[in-house]
Nanobody, 114 residues
Framework: QVQLVESGGGFVQPGGSLRLSCAATESIFSFKVMAWHRQAPGKQRELVAKMSAGGSTDYADSVKGRFTISRDRSKNMYLQMNSLEPEDTGVYFC?????????WGQGTQVTVSS
């Protein structure tokens, strides 16, 4: 059973930055796919960014050029978020797949407001 713990959320003004972290209980390289999703109030959860085991990345159109997904050589993945907008507000979840089984963190709140 893989456990994921997100951190780094908070309150930030428009134009600001945050870096989210996701700590896994096993090597990040054991996962086929790593991703960040978010869920805004009253909306469905959406994919924000993903990274394959080989390192290729993909982003939602709404965050391209502003967000960057990355990983370290241990058990952590990150989401660097720059030029934040009020529309980025929501609960952010990290998600990994080991084979065909997906695992989710509990989420971290990001609020962008003036």
């Amino acid at each position: 059973q893989v456990q994921l713990v997100e951190s780094g959320g908070g309150f930030v003004q428009p134009g600001g930055s945050l870096r989210l972290s996701c700590a896994a209980t096993e090597s990040i390289f054991s996962f086929k796919v790593m991703a960040w999703h978010r869920q805004a109030p009253g909306k469905q959860r959406e994919l924000v960014a993903k990274m394959s085991a080989g390192g290729s990345t993909d982003y939602a159109d709404s965050v391209k050029g502003r967000f960057t997904i990355s990983r370290d050589r241990s058990k952590n993945m990150y989401l660097q978020m720059n030029s934040l907008e009020p529309e980025d507000t929501g609960v952010y979840f990290c998600n990994v797949y080991r084979g065909s089984v997906g695992y989710w963190g509990q989420g971290t709140q990001v609020t962008v407001s003036s």
